[in-house]
C-alpha cells in the first residue's frame, strides 16, 4: 500500500489539517502518517489558540517516518513559523522526498494567521522549491504572487509568478472567483490545465484545501500524472463538498468518506 505523510497542524475540530489529510489520504487509496506542527484549538466557527510544537520535536517525528516507511509523496499544511517552514524544507531536501505537495496554509476560513508574514518570503525561498506542487487558494496565491487576482486571467498570471519561485507546477484554485463555476488553473510544464466543475451552493466547506491537496498527493503517490492526479483529486473533493456534512454551528467540513455514506443508504433501502 503506498504511504502518505502529511506534515501540517492538528484540528480539534476534525474537519481540517491532519485530521482532514489522513480522512483524504485513506479515502484515495493511501496509507497516511503524519508529523504534526502545531496544535490548534478550533471548531467549525473559529480558532481560539494554536501553540507551535518544539523544533526537536517535529525533527524527531520526520526521522520516526523516514526510518521505517516507504514514503511516496509528502503533503505539507500549516508550517506556522519561519523556523517551521526553514525546518520542514532542510529535512525534505536531506532525504530528498519525492512527491511534495504544498498547501501554502496563511489564513484559517475565520482569518485566524496560521503563517507568520516574514515567513512567506522564507516559505518561497526554501520550501517552494522543492514543491512538485503548490496548491494555494486565490489569497495564498494574491500572498506569494504580490498582485490582485479577480479574473481567470489574473490566475494564470499569478500561476506563472508562483512558478517562478521554483516548484515544478501550481494549481490556482478557483473557489473564490466569481461566477457560477468553481475554476481551477493548473500551470504544468509551460502549460495551463483548467479543472472546471458547477459551484456547490453550501457554507460547508471547512477543510476542502486540505483535502484537495492530500488527495492530489496520493493520486501523484499512486504513479498518475500531474494532470491525472489532479482532475481525479477535483472529481474527489467536489463529491465530497457536495455531501459535506452540517455540523457544529459554522463551516462544516466536507465528507471524505462520502463513498461510504452512499453505500450505507443504498444497502439500508
Known amino acids: 500500500m503506498i504511504q502518505v505523510l502529511t506534515i501540517a497542524g492538528s484540528d480539534s475540530g476534525g474537519g481540517a489539517g491532519v485530521q482532514a489529510d489522513i480522512k483524504s489520504i485513506h479515502a484515495n487509496g493511501g496509507f497516511a502518517m503524519s508529523v504534526l506542527t502545531s496544535v490548534t484549538a478550533q471548531n467549525s466557527l473559529e480558532i481560539t489558540r494554536a501553540y507551535e510544537l518544539p523544533i526537536d520535536l517535529i525533527e524527531a517525528q520526520f526521522d520516526a517516518v523516514f526510518t521505517d516507511f516507504e514514503v511516496s509523496a509528502v503533503k505539507t499544511g500549516m508550517l506556522s513559523s519561519s523556523t517551521v517552514v526553514q525546518t520542514v524544507a532542510r529535512k525534505l531536501g536531506e532525504i530528498e522526498a519525492k512527491n511534495i505537495v504544498v498547501d ?5 476560513k475565520s482569518k485566524y494567521s496560521l503563517l507568520e508574514t516574514e515567513a512567506i518570503d522564507i516559505l518561497k525561498a526554501t520550501l517552494i522549491p522543492l514543491a512538485t506542487l503548490i496548491t494555494p487558494n486565490l489569497h495564498e496565491a494574491e500572498s506569494l504572487a504580490e498582485c490582485k487576482i479577480e479574473t481567470l486571467d489574473d490566475a494564470k498570471r499569478a500561476a506563472k509568478v508562483i512558478h517562478n519561485y521554483g516548484c515544478k507546477a501550481v494549481l490556482v484554485k478557483g473557489g473564490h472567483l466569481p461566477g457560477n463555476r468553481s475554476i481551477d488553473v493548473l500551470y504544468n510544464e509551460g502549460e495551463f490545465t483548467l479543472f472546471d466543475e458547477a459551484r456547490i451552493e453550501t457554507k460547508n466547506t471547512h477543510g476542502t484545501g486540505c483535502t484537495y491537496s492530500a488527495a492530489i498527493a496520493t493520486r501523484l503517490a499512486q504513479g498518475l500524472n500531474m494532470v491525472e492526479a489532479v482532475e481525479t483529486a477535483k472529481e474527489y473533493i467536489t463529491n465530497a463538498i457536495r455531501d459535506a456534512l452540517d455540523i457544529g454551528h459554522g463551516h462544516g467540513p466536507t465528507n ?12 439500508k433501502s
Open 256 to 267: 471524505h468518506f462520502y463513498f461510504l455514506d452512499r453505500d450505507w443508504r443504498s444497502a
Open 104 to 108: 501554502p496554509v496563511i489564513f484559517s
